[in-house]
């Protein structure tokens, strides 16, 4: 071997293996991201009948939650069995926490506007809370799957509440029969566009040069699902539900403007954009309450 072939060799080892390293530094970057962090909200229900329930999903996990009844609608059901038709009189609203949160994070939204007259559910996705865990980490159509064990353990109309990643995955089963409407708050716009926006608080000054590669890895394993598994936007020409869209325009995470978009696409939806509010405090705006109560109120 000539001094020329050595070089050349040397050369395409060296690139090869920095491209592993790249793409192994890129899978290590997102499995963190996809485990960590985790910040359990200490709120819980101080209202109605309160059930703990362990909702059965797929692959033996189950997931941990809630059930409140409203003391009126409690006393008039009595002990129900998950899809009696008794529970139909009644609208039942499945709340949806954003990434690394769990059941505890939407409680206060069901304050502001369920708690009297709603029979509320809660759960934990799964990896978070006292849900089951997930070894490769969790992700927005594990969230989507979340919510279908959810409808096919319960067996009644549900109203979806989400908020971030939550939101959008409540957009990714709007057309279940037993979907009759979604508020989605501060969702994802369509992935894998919104990697950018979901990775850079974390990555900071690496994000550019690490985001092409978790892009990759992210769609590699990815290739066995449609695009309607995994991006809002790949489903928002579908949707038929009513829908109201929450963003706050100081939101630092997912830029309101894309919750603009997408409510363009959704035929029979509104939007609604709190000048102050940030992605993660909505429910505290003075009109929150009016707002969503209003949307319910036209869904009657």
Do not use: C
Not at 70 to 98: C, N, R, W
């Amino acid at each position: 071997m000539n001094v020329f072939d050595l070089i050349y060799t040397s050369l395409f080892l060296f690139l090869l293996l920095s491209f592993a390293l790249y793409l192994f530094t890129s899978y290590l970057i997102k499995y963190i991201f996809s485990k960590y962090p985790r910040n359990p909200y200490p709120d819980q229900p101080d209202w109605g009948r309160i059930e703990d329930i362990k909702v059965p999903g797929r692959n033996s996990k189950y997931l941990d939650g809630w059930i409140v009844y409203p003391e009126h609608i409690a006393q008039e059901l009595g002990k129900v069995s998950m899809g009696d038709p008794k529970i139909t009189k009644y609208k039942t609203i499945l709340f949806i926490h954003g990434w690394g949160r769990d059941k505890g994070r939407m409680v206060s939204r069901a304050r502001r506007f369920a708690q009297k007259e709603f029979i509320s559910i809660f759960f934990s996705a799964q990896d978070h809370g006292k849900s089951s865990k997930v070894q490769r980490g969790m992700n927005i159509i594990r969230y989507k799957e979340d919510i279908e064990d959810i409808i096919a353990w319960w067996k009644n109309p549900l109203i979806l509440v989400g908020h971030s990643l939550g939101g959008g995955a409540a957009l990714l089963v709007a057309q279940s029969d037993l979907v009759i409407a979604i508020i989605a708050e501060a969702p994802p716009y369509a992935f894998p566009d919104d990697f950018k926006y979901l990775y850079k608080l974390g990555l900071k000054a690496l994000t550019r040069f690490f985001l092409p590669g978790i892009i990759l890895i992210h769609m590699l394993q990815r290739k066995k699902y449609q695009k309607t598994d995994y991006s809002p936007l790949a489903v928002a020409e579908t949707i038929e539900k009513p829908v109201l869209l929450i963003h706050g325009m100081k939101d630092e995470i997912f830029p309101p403007e894309n919750t603009v978009l997408l409510g363009k696409k959704i035929k029979n939806s509104q939007v609604w954009l709190p000048e102050e509010s940030s992605h993660y405090n909505l429910e505290d705006h003075p009109e929150y309450a009016s707002k969503v109560g209003k949307f319910l109120v036209s869904l009657r």
